[in-house]
């Protein structure tokens, strides 16, 4: 099936109403790849920068284009753009391949000054005779897709009508997609369908899984921008009658998917079907329309097989289904912790689709991982974590930060096992081994966790006779935890100097160890001065555990040999948190 054939209704619609780009197209081209517009910046010669100062730049780029960008970007990040583009002028004149400056030119622009001035600016580059790659087009959709101009739309199928006309860049399915893109986070709905309308079914410009999950995506959002404006109880038949046709498009379009895997074009295409399952349509909704049967399932022995040509009778070839992948075991996790007895269920799934001699074979890759230690956390099972994370995620190599935050979460969960403590210690020892090194996030979890362990109503729980603990003296008890938890804290202790240190020096700190994306997107990123700010509180944490133990009440149950270990820990502890001034030079 044809993506024309799906889309044909829309299509009519979408021609028949003001919203179609064909009324806005004629009328936005002069404007953006006219010739009316000079950009301020292109329109001087270099009036931003001296020509010393030119000459200068110039011979510490030399003709190295990498150099170039790198220049360019320190600019960019000082809010230099005009001497950036001065710059890259400059540079080009010599000789020295420019254009990805030229695109990170464009991209400040457009963020900056909006898609109008940014257009203006590529329009000028055109004209100084400036080739504008792949890259480029890319780039100014994705740019466009995050804008909250009203005119990305408009400005989108212009470029992307430039680009089909353009015989130096092929257009390519990706930009497709990127102009897809623009469309769904736009929510204009006759743009999307007016250029998936002109897709070809085969070919290198057919849609490919990135089309079929954008396509989804935007048919989810245009029904939940329709139907979030309603009230939800008064207007209730009204959101369900909005529902059923976007519903039907989303079945249609699936039905093609499901064709198509059929016919073995696509069979890898999981990250789709993955995505399409988190599209919220409503389980209500699909219960009341169940007479439009548009929840029913798609059944596979309804779509044709073309037969292959041969001599003789033989068996039909066996259907080749997609597999499960890293995406699908994500969703499946998080799916089974939201409800009952799901977690137990969610581990049984792990089992089968990871097993090396199972059929899946999956081979786990950070984010399935980090979903099964939260399933690990609902179920409370926190020596599972910590044998995961020995076992397999650090000879991987994929431990991080947030690793060791979920793990020992999950002993906090589990904070009435016997053994917990004695896990969490674990956890902390292998911190240093991995990328997560001494960050002060998963250190405060730890101490969280060892106070909490010494609280005195659970002091006196773990001491009555019924308890598991062997343990029956509360002091001896409590010393055992608190000096525990420091033998676990002070190799570490060092590295939170270093942190307190560089409070001041940016280049203190691995950027790949502490703003890693995913931990960004957990926990934001750990910048030096936040870095200090954490690690300066982590070791007055552990100062007051000493000063805990060295308290009057306690010190009796300590050895001479912990007592003096104790003394010279807190005498250490007080010239970090307290250092003297700086000695005369």
């Not at 362990?453 to 029956?472: M, N, Q």
């Not at 002070?490 to 409070?503: A, D, G, N, V, Y």
Request: overall charge positive; proline content about 8%; charged content about 25%.
């Amino acid at each position: 099936m044809a993506c024309s054939k799906i889309t044909n209704t829309a299509m009519a619609l979408c021609k028949a109403t003001p919203t179609s780009t064909f009324f806005w197209r004629p009328i936005i081209i002069p404007a953006v790849i006219g010739v009316r517009y000079k950009h301020a910046y292109l329109s001087k010669n270099n009036a931003f920068m001296s020509k010393e100062a030119l000459k200068k730049e110039l011979k510490w780029v030399g003709n190295d284009r990498v150099a170039l960008m790198g220049r360019i970007e320190k600019m960019l990040t000082g809010d230099e753009f005009e001497k950036a583009v001065a710059l890259v002028m400059a540079a080009e004149k010599e000789g020295v391949e420019s254009i990805a400056s030229w695109n990170a030119l464009l991209s400040e622009e457009l963020k900056k000054n909006g898609p109008e001035m940014g257009f203006k600016l590529f329009n000028d580059l055109k004209k100084r005779g400036v080739k504008p790659n792949a890259h480029t087009y890319s780039m100014l959709f994705r740019e466009l897709a995050d804008h909250p101009s009203k005119k990305a739309v408009q400005i989108g199928m212009s470029l992307y009508d430039t680009l089909r006309r353009d015989s130096t860049v092929p257009p390519s399915i990706q930009h497709t997609n990127a102009m897809l893109q623009v469309c769904s986070n736009h929510n204009n709905m006759g743009a999307l369908w007016e250029i998936v309308g002109e897709l070809p079914t085969k070919g290198p410009g057919a849609p490919d899984n990135v089309t079929y999950s954008t396509i989804l995506g935007a048919i989810h959002k245009n029904a939940k921008a329709v139907t979030d404006k309603l009230h939800p109880i008064r207007d209730d038949k009204l959101i369900k009658q909005k529902k059923i046709p976007v519903l039907r498009e989303g079945r249609l379009l699936w039905a093609d998917i499901v064709a198509r895997w059929r016919e073995g074009e696509r069979n890898s295409g999981s990250r789709r079907s993955a995505e399409s399952q988190e599209d919220e349509y409503g389980p209500t909704a699909a219960e009341e329309i169940s007479s439009e049967v548009l929840f029913k399932p798609v059944n596979l022995d309804d779509i044709p097989v073309q037969a292959t040509p041969g001599f003789g009778a033989r068996k039909p070839p066996k259907a080749t289904y997609p597999l499960p992948t890293n995406p699908e075991l994500t969703i499946i996790l998080r799916a089974c912790r939201h409800f009952a007895e799901g977690p137990a269920i969610g581990k049984q799934y792990w089992t089968m689709l990871t097993a090396p001699d199972g059929p899946f074979k999956i081979n786990p890759d950070r984010t399935s991982y980090h979903e099964y230690l939260r399933t690990l956390r609902a179920t409370r099972s926190s020596a599972l974590s910590l044998q995961v994370i020995e076992k397999e995620m650090i000879p991987k190599g994929i431990a991080f930060t947030n690793t060791f935050i979920i793990a020992l979460s999950t002993c906090f969960r589990d904070k009435n096992n016997p053994n917990v403590l004695e896990t969490a210690g674990a956890l902390i020892d292998l911190m240093p081994t991995t990328w997560a090194g001494s960050h002060p996030k998963p250190l405060s979890a730890y101490i969280d966790l060892v106070r909490n362990a010494v609280l005195p109503r659970k002091i006196y729980a773990d001491t009555r006779i019924d308890s598991p603990f062997p343990e029956r003296d509360p002091n001896v008890l409590y010393k055992n935890r608190l000096l525990d938890g420091i033998n676990h804290l002070t190799p570490h202790i060092k590295k939170l100097q270093q942190f307190i240190r560089s409070r001041n020096r940016r280049d203190a700190v691995d950027a790949k160890t502490y703003g890693d994306r995913e931990e960004t997107l957990e926990h934001g990123a750990s910048s030096p001065a936040a870095l200090a700010d954490e690690s300066h509180l982590i070791l007055k944490r552990i100062a007051g555990m000493v000063k805990d133990l060295l308290d009057p009440s306690i010190a009796p149950s300590l050895s001479d040999d912990e007592t003096k270990q104790l003394s010279v820990q807190a005498s250490r502890l007080q010239r970090i948190l307290n250092p003297g001034p700086p000695l005369p030079p």
